[in-house]
């Protein structure tokens, strides 16, 4: 991966400082995002110190919010002529409805809508890099999710299951229409569920001394889900599952919903007027 300039979205902790760090020993130039700038630049020097890899910088951006995203979009453009591979990464679960800045529902916002601009705003760069990847990180629970376009962003009612299994099946279904857009532009896109791995969402979600236990004796590693992560960030053989929904390394099952084309151009028309963006691609 040398010469390979990679970004990572929630980047410094879990899966994603994890992945930072396997892409650091493979020699790329690894940019990492998070809204909190201490936990950003501590991770930096983490992961210099564990390889010896001095590429790494950190961007702090509120990505629940979209002129955070605008201004980190443009710093980024500004830094690197070129971006080979988008890790978006960051996400949460929230007990309670909460809004983002720009007044949507904050899982959706998050998860979702952070993913759709920040990748709009860096397509331009990412076609210069051809070829170039990225990839989006979905779940499993995208099989509870729904997409009805009109409760979607603001929900009358509120379950942070529900919401956080819409955000996801958004991205699978944002990703399968991506990669149609961007056929023959030497950019692939792939959605994944990283495996069920312990990091700091579960003790959250589910508030119990006992979780933190049980979650390091029965589920993935931040290590072990890197792995695959970087397998997609780095094989060469990714266009092959252009579109696809990956589990691990290969592709997985998901639900009819999100194989509905017809749905994702519906909620990609509706994404460009929530965060107001063109229609060029």
């Known amino acids: 991966?040398?010469?390979?300039?990679?970004?990572?979205?929630?980047?410094?902790?879990?899966?994603?400082?994890?992945?930072?760090?396997?892409?650091?020993?493979?020699?790329?130039e690894v940019v990492l995002i998070n809204r909190s700038a201490d936990r950003g630049i501590a991770a930096c020097r983490q992961i210099i110190d564990l390889t010896g890899n001095r590429n790494l910088h950190f961007f702090q951006a509120d990505l629940s919010s979209q002129a955070d995203i605008h201004r980190l979009a443009g710093e980024l453009t500004q830094r690197f002529p070129r971006i080979h591979v988008l890790i978006n990464l960051a996400g949460s679960m929230f007990h309670r409805r909460q809004t983002s800045p720009d007044g949507f529902e904050l899982n959706f916002a998050l998860n979702y809508l952070s993913y759709f601009l920040l990748t709009r705003l860096l397509l331009d760069t990412l076609i210069q890099s051809a070829p170039a990847r990225i990839i989006n990180?979905?779940?499993?629970?995208?099989?509870?999710?729904?997409?009805?376009?009109?409760?979607?962003?603001?929900?009358?009612?509120?379950?942070?299951?529900?919401a956080y299994g819409n955000s996801k099946l958004a991205i699978i279904l944002f990703t399968r229409l991506l990669s149609v857009r961007l056929q023959g532009s030497g950019v692939t896109a792939v959605s994944a569920h990283p495996g069920i791995v312990a990091t700091g969402i579960i003790a959250s979600v589910i508030n119990h001394p006992l979780v933190g236990k049980l979650a390091d004796a029965f589920l993935l590693s931040p290590e072990e889900s890197a792995e695959h992560l970087v397998y997609?960030?780095?094989?060469?053989?990714?266009?092959?599952?252009?579109?696809?929904?990956?589990?691990?390394?290969?592709?997985?099952?998901?639900?009819?919903t999100s194989r509905d084309l017809a749905l994702a151009e519906k909620l990609w028309q509706a994404s460009e007027q929530w965060t107001q963006t063109n229609r060029s691609r």
């Open 1 to 28: 991966m040398q010469g390979k300039t990679c970004v990572i979205t929630g980047g410094s902790g879990g899966i994603g400082k994890a992945t930072a760090v396997e892409l650091a020993r493979l020699d790329a």
């Open 232 to 256: 997609l960030a780095t094989c060469p053989e990714i266009s092959r599952w252009n579109g696809e929904y990956m589990v691990r390394k290969h592709p997985g099952w998901c639900t009819k």
């Open 137 to 162: 990180i979905s779940s499993i629970a995208h099989r509870w999710g729904r997409v009805d376009l009109a409760d979607l962003p603001n929900p009358r009612r509120y379950s942070m299951f529900a």
